[in-house]
């Protein structure tokens, strides 16, 4: 029961740090819509309950060491977000890279090379074929479209037919990425909060490129293969040296 007290807490704290990232945002730039705002911080908070709990055992559907059930109610949330606000798929990045190839492929190279020399230098345990499986497939392409697609859409407004700005929404891609390093760095157990700081840091990192690279290419793909190549060949440059 304590457990459980904690995930709510933890998610709830989340959404409204979440919340306070987006008023930072607005003192900026009024144009911002307040109750949309709510809407992406309460998003990010029910995401994070979604996913915490499908790693319980009454709620988890799929079977493994790692949490797919709570990654496929992540992504469940996310499409039905993306329904009921008709974010349009041009707003969430679910098109083809439509701009900056050369740069955008560049980029990817050099995220997914950053992380072969963080697998190098922390040498993590050889994986076994479900942790690959795991890896490949659901951070890359559920957080991506978590905090690369649905979250800035609904920060920036981009519903109901709206388009993406042309150029870079920084104060957009900094909110998200702060909040994708809480994520990973934040935690509450027994309730008391603890903070894991390389975690963190290389997440904010990976979330700003991330970012960047999302509007940059106007398209998620290229950070989802950033994201899911630099967590396999993290895994793998340990066994190859």
């Not at 998610?11 to 109750?35: C, E, G, K, V, Y």
């Not at 894991?196 to 970012?211: C, K, N, S």
Request: proline content about 5%; hydrophobic content about 55%.
């Amino acid at each position: 029961m304590s457990r459980l007290a904690d995930i709510f807490s933890y998610s709830a704290t989340f959404a409204a740090i979440a919340f306070a990232l987006f008023l930072l945002a607005r003192f900026r730039d009024a144009r911002l819509s307040i109750p949309l705002g709510f809407a992406f911080a309460l998003y990010l908070g029910i995401d994070d309950l979604l996913t915490a709990l499908g790693g319980q055992a009454g709620l988890a559907f799929v079977g493994g060491n790692w949490n797919w059930s709570g990654k496929l109610y992540s992504l469940a949330l996310a499409i039905a977000v993306l329904l009921a606000f008709r974010i349009p798929r041009e707003a969430a990045g679910l098109v083809w890279p439509r701009r900056n190839a050369g740069s955008s492929l560049v980029a990817t190279c050099l995220l997914i090379a950053l992380s072969a020399t963080l697998g190098a230098v922390f040498r993590p345990d050889a994986p076994d074929a479900e942790t690959l499986a795991f890896q490949l497939t659901m951070p890359g392409i559920v957080e991506e479209l978590v905090y690369r697609g649905v979250a800035p859409a609904l920060f920036l407004g981009l519903v109901a037919g709206r388009r993406e700005p042309g150029a870079s929404p920084w104060p957009a891609i900094l909110a998200t990425a702060v909040m994708f390093s809480l994520w990973h760095g934040l935690g509450l157990r027994g309730g008391e909060f603890g903070f894991e700081w390389i975690p963190a840091a290389y997440t904010l990192v990976g979330g700003l490129a991330y970012g960047w690279l999302r509007f940059h290419s106007g398209s998620l793909l290229w950070p989802v293969i950033a994201h899911a190549g630099g967590n396999v060949i993290f895994l793998l440059v340990p066994m190859v040296i």
